[in-house]
C-alpha cells in the first residue's frame, strides 16, 4: 500500500544534539513538507520541497535544516540551535500543482531529556 | 500569517449542528478542511476552490466566500465520530493570482461531541 512512513515515533534529545527525523513516502508525489504541532497553536510550516534538490523555507525553519536528494526522502534535522524543540512533527507529500490535498504521515513525537 | 479559526472549542450533544470559522486577511487561492483525531494524523476532508463554493461531505459541508476570505465548516446532525480537532488550511494567492503552493493552517477548532 502506498503511504507516507515517518520514524521513529518518539525521539527523545539531549542538549545539544542534532537528532533528524525521517520521512519516506512510495506515493510518488513531487512535493513534501514537514510542519511542527504544538497545543493550541495548529499545525506550522517548518520547510517544503517541490522537487528534489531543492526546498524553501517555510514560517518557522530557524534551527532546522532539510535535505532533498531522492524523490520519496524528506529527512528533516532538528538542530542543536532550536532552543524548544519539543513538539509533534508531521510530514506530509502532495502531487506537483496547486489544489491538491495533503497526505500525512503519522507524526514523530520530540523531547528534550 | 495563520489564518483565524472560531470558535477555539464547541461542545455539542450527538445530532446537534456546529458551524466553523476560517478567515484571512489575505487573498485566498482555496481553502482546504482536515480533521484531526488526538494522537493521529490530520484527514483530509475536502477543499474549496472558488469563490461561492460549497461541498459537501456526508452531513459535512463547507463554503467559500472569496471576496471575504472566509470560509465555514457545517456539521448537522453531528455524530460521536465528529469529535476531534478541524483545521482550515489556506492557499494564499501568488503574484500571478495562481496559488504561492503554501498550505498555511489556523490553531483549529477542538470539537467535542457527547452522547
Known amino acids: 500500500d502506498g503511504g507516507i512512513t515517518q520514524s521513529p515515533k518518539y525521539l527523545f534529545r539531549k542538549e545539544g544534539q542534532n537528532v533528524t527525523l525521517s520521512c519516506e513516502q512510495n506515493?510518488?508525489?513531487?512535493?513534501m513538507y514537514w510542519y511542527r504541532q504544538d497545543p493550541g497553536q495548529g499545525l506550522r510550516l517548518i520547510y517544503y520541497?517541490?522537487?528534489?534538490?531543492?526546498?524553501q523555507k517555510g514560517d518557522i525553519a530557524e534551527g532546522y535544516s532539510v535535505s532533498r536528494e531522492k524523490k520519496e526522502s524528506f529527512p528533516l534535522t532538528v538542530t542543536s540551535a532550536q532552543k524548544n524543540p519539543t513538539a509533534f512533527y508531521l510530514c506530509?507529500?502532495?502531487?506537483?500543482?496547486?489544489?491538491?490535498?495533503?497526505?500525512f504521515g503519522s507524526g514523530t513525537q520530540l523531547s528534550v531529556l | 500569517q495563520q489564518p483565524v479559526q472560531s470558535p477555539q472549542a464547541v461542545i455539542l450533544r450527538e445530532g446537534e449542528d456546529a458551524v466553523i470559522n476560517c478567515s484571512s486577511s489575505?487573498?485566498?487561492?482555496?481553502v482546504h478542511w482536515y480533521r484531526q483525531k488526538h494522537g493521529e494524523a490530520p484527514v483530509f476532508l475536502m477543499i474549496?476552490?472558488?469563490?461561492?463554493e460549497q461541498k459537501g461531505h456526508e452531513k459535512i459541508s463547507a463554503s467559500f466566500n472569496e471576496k471575504k476570505q472566509q470560509s465555514s465548516l457545517y456539521l448537522t446532525a453531528s455524530q460521536l465520530s465528529y469529535s476531534g480537532t478541524y483545521f482550515c488550511?489556506?492557499?494564499?494567492?501568488?503574484?500571478?493570482?495562481?496559488?504561492?503552493?503554501?498550505?498555511?493552517f489556523g490553531k483549529g477548532t477542538l470539537l467535542t461531541v457527547n452522547p
Open positions: 506530509a507529500s502532495t502531487p506537483w500543482g496547486p489544489n491538491e490535498k495533503l497526505f
Open positions: 488550511g489556506t492557499e494564499r494567492k501568488g503574484y500571478s493570482g495562481g496559488s504561492n503552493y503554501k498550505l498555511t
Open positions: 520541497s517541490q522537487i528534489v534538490n531543492d526546498f
Open positions: 506515493l510518488n508525489h513531487d512535493a
Open positions: 489575505k487573498a485566498l487561492y482555496s
Open positions: 474549496l476552490l472558488k469563490g461561492g
